[in-house]
Structures are given as structure tokens and as C-alpha cells.
């Protein structure tokens, strides 16, 4: 017996039946090209992404047919191709790649989900970055450059984590007196 929940989603579903369309989409074995009709077949072909005047060629996995060359590229393809791109981002603007992240995080003896909570981003964000999903800010990339040169700084921001960084500084504020503005008075006794 099925929930309410799923004959919910089901009887909105066009097939109006448990998901045929789910099983199509995880494989497209035996798949007719859109175009021509004849079966595609799972390979690479070379492609180029252009940014910002530089280029990046790599091989493209997808469907492809060999009949008219026409090509389907399902998500994961298309991640692929995002995180190509995103390599290519990372390079022309100079952020961290995916392998220094990686690097400078294990350098820092942090897991991704500490990295994450302790520089920014939350806890899937460094998993992210390290796969090449999303590219960190130009802040977070200098932070992990600053940290790279200099991993002793880590525990600043652990003790300004904690709150012990704010309650030792607290007292610390200086404040430059200022000579008095306007003539001088004089008293004379």
C-alpha cells in the first residue's frame, strides 16, 4: 500500500503510474536520436569552453549518434561540463583549484565540514569546492592562500570562533587623546 504522499505525487505524474520515466532518465540504453531515429551510443567528443578570451578543450561524455552526430547530455555529462568550466573560471581569475583546496584543507588538518563552518560557506561547501561543483569567493581564496602561507593563523579564527579571540580584546581598545581644540587657556593665580 502506497502513502498519501506518493499517490499524491504519482496521480500528478502524466503517466499516472509508478515513475516509467525515472528508470529513462538513470540510462538511455537503446535510446533513438532525436533527430534521425537510429540508436545512440555513449561516448566522448572533443569540446572547447571559452572565457573571458581563454579556452579549455576536453573530452565531453554523452550520448552521441553516429548516423548524424547529434549529441544528448544527461546531468551528469553536464557536470562534467560544469566542472570544466569552473576550472577554467578558477584559472582566468585567479581562485584556488579544486586540488589546492583539497591540499591546503588536509594541510590544515581540517574536515570538510570544520573547513566550512570555520572559513565560510557551510558544511557541504568545501566538499564543493573540492570536487569543482562551485567555485569559492576571491575571499575564500585568499584566506586559503594566507592560510597556506601561514597555518599558525588558523587558530585566530578558531579563538574568534569560540569567542575567546572578542572577550581577550575587549579591554584592549585604545583611544588617541586629542589635544584641545581652540586657544589655550591660561590661568593665573
Request: hydrophobic letters at 30%; one cysteine or more.
Amino acid at each position: 500500500m502506497t502513502s498519501k504522499r506518493s499517490r499524491k505525487r504519482f496521480r500528478s505524474h502524466p503517466c499516472q503510474s509508478s515513475c516509467c520515466c525515472r528508470s529513462r532518465r538513470k540510462t538511455m540504453n537503446n535510446q533513438p536520436c532525436p533527430m534521425c531515429g537510429v540508436e545512440m551510443q555513449h561516448g566522448y567528443r572533443t569540446l572547447t569552453l571559452t572565457y573571458k578570451d581563454q579556452s579549455s578543450t576536453f573530452d565531453m561524455p554523452g550520448w552521441y549518434c553516429a548516423n548524424c552526430g547529434e549529441g544528448v547530455h544527461t546531468g551528469k555529462d553536464m557536470q562534467e561540463s560544469d566542472r570544466q568550466l569552473n576550472l577554467l573560471k578558477a584559472k582566468v581569475e585567479c581562485l584556488v583549484v579544486p586540488d589546492e583546496v583539497r591540499r591546503i584543507r588536509k594541510k590544515l588538518e581540517l574536515s570538510q565540514a570544520a573547513a566550512g563552518q570555520l572559513l565560510g560557506g557551510g558544511p557541504n561547501a568545501f566538499n564543493k569546492y573540492e570536487r569543482g561543483l562551485i567555485l569559492p569567493s576571491q575571499a575564500v581564496s585568499s584566506l586559503l592562500r594566507v592560510l597556506d602561507a601561514k597555518p599558525e593563523a588558523v587558530s585566530v579564527l578558531r579563538d574568534a570562533q569560540s569567542g575567546s579571540f572578542i572577550a581577550s580584546h575587549r579591554g584592549s581598545k585604545r583611544t588617541a587623546r586629542r589635544p584641545p581644540s581652540g586657544p589655550r587657556a591660561t590661568s593665573s593665580v
